[in-house]
């Protein structure tokens, strides 16, 4: 799945470590990232949060897409924070699950994002 993220890429994500149900990722903000207060554009906060929900949500096999999606800001990512997104599935159950996922920086919360998935039938291989 990774190698076919062009987005996540592009973004200049790293994918540190995935497991069942679990995933790592992180991104550093440039200056392309800021917005007209000079704080990270919450957009790419989401898309970070979002990839390690795919991943995670990805993680057992089963190909799976989002569903739903909500993010809550806690404080504004800054220009050059190293941001670390801690993806993991609180519930899993036939073709639905539900992911947590932290975005943090130097252990600080910048979000809390919540994805629900659903799995779409196919395997990765």
């Known amino acids: 799945m990774w190698a076919g993220d062009k ?20 991104m550093e903000v440039t200056e392309a990232m800021t917005n007209g207060h000079g704080t990270a554009h919450g957009g790419f906060i989401f898309a970070l949060a979002d990839s390690a929900f795919g991943f995670a949500c990805n993680s057992h096999g089963e190909k799976a897409v989002a ?19 801690a993806a993991h599935e609180v ?9 947590d996922i932290n975005v943090s920086s130097d252990g600080e919360t910048v979000a809390e994002f919540r994805g629900h998935s659903r799995t779409v039938g196919g395997r990765w291989a």
Request: charged residues 15%; proline residues 4%.
């Open 91 to 99: 519930a899993r159950e036939g073709r639905s699950g539900i992911y």
């Open 7 to 26: 987005a996540s890429a592009a973004l200049g994500m790293q994918l540190i470590d995935v497991g069942p149900g679990y995933a790592l990722m992180s």
């Open 67 to 85: 569903q739903h999606c909500s993010v809550t800001y806690l404080r504004p990512g800054r220009l050059g924070e190293h941001l670390v997104a």
